[in-house]
């Protein structure tokens, strides 16, 4: 089994008003020229739990942290116009709670964040500051909101 020490949640950049299923989201990733839909985890807007790539096999999520992560996506991310914004159901939002804790349970000590936190400390201050964001996926401070 891989080391795992990070936790990375992700959304889908898809419009809260429009459905987005595993099917699309694996099209879309293999579009990408990925093997499979890249997250281990795909979190519905009724806050069914898909599990979209095997614990075992290394992630396509988060360029440079794959090797020692999971990555999680809920569906959504983007507001009926088309910008970033927390879409998130509150089916979601339990289902994103109660994922997390489970794999905390079997990966101690793991560090959960957003994608947009692994962004670069541009500036070196030892935090990443929104200005930095390379994405703003996935459109919730994961840490306080998560």
Known sequence: MRKIDLIVVHCSATR?????TEEDL???HRRRGFNGIGYHYYIRKN??????RPLERMGAHARGHNE?????CYEGGLDYCGCPADTRTEWQKHSLRVLISALQQDYPGCRVCGHRDLSPDLNG???IEPEEWV??????DVGRDG
């Open 16 to 20: 809260a008003d429009r459905d987005f």
């Open 26 to 28: 694996e099209i879309c």
């Open 47 to 52: 806050g069914d739990i898909k599990v979209t």
């Open 68 to 72: 020692h992560s999971i990555g999680i």
């Open 125 to 127: 201050n030892g935090e």
């Open 135 to 140: 994405k703003q996926c996935p459109c919730f």
